[in-house]
């Protein structure tokens, strides 16, 4: 009988490149627990926006695993995180998602933190008690343009600022930091995080499944293999290439970064970005393909601005619009459920009913987010079958399903010495 490290050494160094994983990397508990400590305990994770908490005193909670954390806006509108536990006996301090506070106490017995997490009271502790010492313990954050990311090590992989000043300039013009959240869905998927992350890095499963994200989005950037096609389909897919390259020419023209940056399976903090072109009207995702929302982003002005994509390992997509953005955050809960949580964000300025239907906002991703939970529920009963066998990626179409495996598997090698 393997003990639970060399079982865990056995099956990554045993990973068959260019398959999908073997069974228990989606189906095992242990797996599942060396995940939390390997990736999610000692990553940069994607957790939300900076308009999740506006103002001085609000406050957002994050669970990641056990671990529950405290996004607090402080009093000089910075953003901080800390762990969402009482120095005192260990109660946990804010049960709600979202909440505004003057000071963060905890309602066991009154312990007192101000916005900076120091602990400001303590009662009858004693005049030798020294509150200097029992503040919040602080937990790394980063803000990349408004998106921020947590990490609970205490020695966090050190690439987020080389990723944050190569992404910073694709970003910043969408102005997340002025933008309000719209709209937020957190829907379960019954497959483990691995199979999300996988589901999400193609789009070889969009046109048999995806009806209203491919009404924005071209069929020929999914990628094929052009041996496959005929005439007509291979003149369609050069004339999509023209198209992306001078649609990248002119959008860099007016100051939008737009050319492809890979470094998916390349670093510790994998990442990867492009500007894309979008069909019909060009400038949403949405049904018509036009702007869901009358006010722009930032100081955009030209609707046509395609959609940009952020994807970040090991756990975020997001797409960014002229005149919104839609941000994912993938937290495991275990083996075989995963939390994806969707933000749709709009201009700050903007009112609903006025200057955009939110069931127009949000119509082609809560469909798309629906219809992936299912895929993925699908390929989570697979993976529980005993005929299941790892099956070859397309390498055509699910290059980055490879490359996310491959960062997976590499991160799992480096934290148990495989
Ligand atoms: Fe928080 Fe006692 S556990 S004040
Ligand atoms: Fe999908």
Not at 100 to 110: A, D, I
Not at 212 to 236: H, Q, S
Not at 338 to 359: C, I, M, P, S
Request: charged share 25%; net charge negative; proline share 6%.
């Amino acid at each position: 009988m393997l003990d639970k490290a060399s079982f865990l050494n056995a099956l990554v160094q045993g990973r068959k490149a260019g398959h999908s994983l073997n069974a228990q990397f989606y189906t095992s508990p242990d797996i599942f627990a060396a995940d939390m400590d390997a990736i999610f305990s000692r990553h940069w994770i994607y957790v939300g926006v900076e308009p999740d908490v506006p103002e001085p005193g609000d406050v957002m909670t994050v669970d990641i695993g056990p671990s529950s954390i405290l996004i607090v806006r402080d009093d000089d509108n910075g953003v901080k995180a800390f762990h969402n536990v009482c120095r005192h006996r260990g109660a946990r301090l804010i049960d709600a998602e979202k909440t505004t506070v003057g000071n963060l106490v905890c309602r066991y017995h009154s312990w007192t933190y101000n916005l900076e997490g120091d602990l400001v009271h303590a009662p009858h502790m004693g005049a030798d008690f020294d509150r200097s010492c029992k503040g919040l313990k602080p937990v790394n954050l980063r803000s990349l343009e408004g998106l921020l990311f947590i990490c609970l090590s205490d020695d966090p992989p050190d690439d987020f600022d080389d990723m944050a000043a190569r992404m910073g300039p694709y970003i910043a013009p969408h102005k997340v930091r002025d933008t309000k959240i719209a709209y937020q869905s957190d829907l379960i998927e019954m497959g483990n995080w691995k199979l999300t992350l996988e589901n999400n890095r193609e789009c070889y499963h969009c046109e048999a499944n995806h009806p209203e994200l491919t009404v924005p989005l071209f069929a020929y950037g999914f990628g094929f293999a052009p041996e496959e096609m005929d005439p007509i389909d291979l003149e369609n897919a050069q004339r999509y290439e023209a198209l992306r390259q001078t649609s990248h020419a002119e959008w860099e023209a007016m100051g939008l970064p737009s050319r492809e940056i890979e470094e998916l399976d390349s670093r510790v903090t994998g990442f990867r970005t492009e500007r894309l072109p979008l069909d019909g009207n060009g400038e949403s995702h949405t049904m018509d393909t036009r702007a869901a929302c009358r006010i722009p982003l930032g100081a955009l002005t030209n609707a046509k601005l395609g959609g940009l994509s952020f994807w970040t390992q090991p756990n975020s997509w997001h797409h960014f619009l002229g005149d919104h953005i839609v941000t994912f955050s993938v937290l495991p809960l275990d083996a075989g459920r995963t939390l994806v949580r969707t933000k749709w964000l709009v201009n700050k300025q903007a009112v609903e009913g006025v200057d955009y239907d939110l069931a127009n906002l949000i119509e082609v991703w809560t469909a798309t987010n629906s219809q992936d939970a299912a895929l993925v529920e699908m390929c989570q009963r697979g993976a529980e079958n005993p005929a299941y066998e790892p099956g070859p990626y397309s390498p055509n179409t699910e290059m980055l399903v490879e490359k996310f495996v491959r960062w997976y598997i590499g991160r799992m090698a480096e934290h148990s010495g495989a």
